[in-house]
């Protein structure tokens, strides 16, 4: 493959600091929450909604495309990312990508990504696949989530060599309990021009301190278990223990502490925040807002 390299592209949509998480669609919350949510959104000035094609076996895309039927021609519609899961193939990101626009009802997606890493993202062939999206005019930006700092520079180093399109968008865990967008990939990202958007501002609901005595019933660690073996680590139980003790000092709760920790980190473009009702969303926004510098200085000592 002999293509010269695309001109480095940047996301075709504006960017919102906050953007909607939708994995507790279909799931924790049915259709009229979550419209009472994405509702909210758009009131708040939230231009992204993120779904993915494996959140509750596509129902949380089949919501938001509802929403957006219902809803009609929006003044300010947001834009709609979604994430395709392992096997890649050919087949699969054609088939995948296709499936996924007629559950949101879209006839372009605004951002696709890969979910995961996987062996496969090294196949050219599967990288012209996701490439061809962009260039037939059905894929507006391509992304990946969940890739380590060597992953992401193997993948664009890959990209470059085939001269195809590159990625602009990385999709990691980042909070103050998992840190996945530490320095070095926030300074590679910047210097290729990857946007960083990054998701779980409270840990699945870990930092707000709700499992120091033991998972709760009903929660996302109890309908999630896989979020267990993630922050019921050592290093994760010590931040939390220090988030608690400067929660009872400064007299602000776990939750709002750990949204701004995660809302106010340099480099990252936008944090999708997720929940149950809009008050979820209107807390994310008063830590966005926090701005006592004592406060802020013992957060970035944890």
Known sequence: MNRQPPAPQSLHFPLSRISLGSATFGREIDSNAAFAMMDHAVARGIALFDTAANYSGGTSERIIGQWLAARGALSARPAVATKLFPPYTTATIESGTAASMQRLGVEILDLLYLHKWDAAVESPAVLSAFDRLVRTGRVRSIGVSNFTGGQLRDLILLQKRLGIVPITVLQNNHNLA?????????EFCSSEGITIISYSPLGAGYLTGKHIGGVQPGSRFDVMPGHQA???????????????????RCSRSM????????????GIGSTLVGGRTPGHIDQAFAALAEQDPAVLQELAML
């Open 230 to 248: 993630i922050y019921l680590q050592p290093d994760s139980e010590a931040r939390l223990r220090r988030l608690a003790d400067l929660s009872a």
């Open 178 to 186: 998992v840190r996945e967008c530490e320095a070095p990939i926030r």
């Open 255 to 266: 939750s709002h502490l750990a949204l701004v920790w995660a809302l106010q980190q340099p």
